[in-house]
T-cell receptor, first 113, second 113 residues
């Protein structure tokens, strides 16, 4: 049972464009939604995270939008750069249960010149 | 400060052999995790440990065992490897099982023939 569904599987965006990755979750108990970034040959690293008390969180060029009623959240990368080319994973858990972090299947982003 | 180290970096193993993947962290984190990463399936939790001396089963524990004798080390053992265990394995840690940010190691690429 896949509790966090992520799309698209892959994405190609031109430099300067907006990259958008979407995730949907099923478990209404989830209240912590992080995004991880993974470069080839490296382990995932936390990029940005949101809790459902806000609908949007922005850190630099990265923004999470959260829609609690639709049980969806998305990552927006503004002014995408070639250095953003990586695989992005959304995840979800219930606060305080770090061992129950459920990951999406990942989106491979390629930013072209 | 190394963070999380994993060894070996990669390994080719004959089916039926025993293998231990090593994970060491120097951040004095209480909680540690083992994930496997497979294309199209994202990251799936194998086992976790909330604190030294305790372990728990994740989503895909069959065929794997772990131990947590001290805070720093969290080895993962495949008692009798099978080809379906071919994967990239990531060790991660968090301050504790309540605070959700997980920090990942560089991974071990394991091939079982």
């Amino acid at each position: 049972q896949q509790q966090v569904k992520q799309s698209p599987q892959s994405l190609i965006v031109q430099k300067g464009g907006i990259s958008i990755i979407n995730c949907a979750y099923e478990n209404t108990a989830f209240d912590y939604f992080p995004w991880y970034q993974q470069f080839p040959g490296k382990g995932p690293a936390l990029l940005i995270a949101i809790r459902p008390d806000v609908s949007e969180k922005k850190e630099g060029r990265f923004t999470i939008s959260f829609n609690k009623s639709a049980k969806q959240f998305s990552l927006h990368i503004m002014d995408s750069q070639p250095g953003d080319s990586a695989t992005y994973f959304c995840a979800a858990s219930k606060t305080g249960t770090a061992s129950k972090l459920t990951f999406g299947t990942g989106t491979r982003l390629q930013v072209t010149l | 400060i190394a963070g999380i180290t994993q060894a070996p970096t990669s390994q080719i193993l004959a089916a039926g052999r025993r293998m231990t993947l090593r994970c060491t962290q120097d951040m004095r984190h209480n909680a540690m995790y083992w994930y496997r990463q497979d294309l199209g399936l994202g990251l799936r939790l194998i086992h976790y440990s909330n604190t030294a001396g305790t372990t728990g089963k994740g989503e895909v524990p069959d065929g794997y065992s772990v131990s947590r004798a001290n805070t720093d080390d969290f080895p993962l053992t495949l008692a009798s490897a099978v080809p379906s265990q071919t994967s990239v394995y990531f060790c991660a840690s968090s301050v504790d099982s309540v605070r959700d940010t997980q920090y990942f190691g560089p991974g071990t690429r394991l091939t079982v023939l």
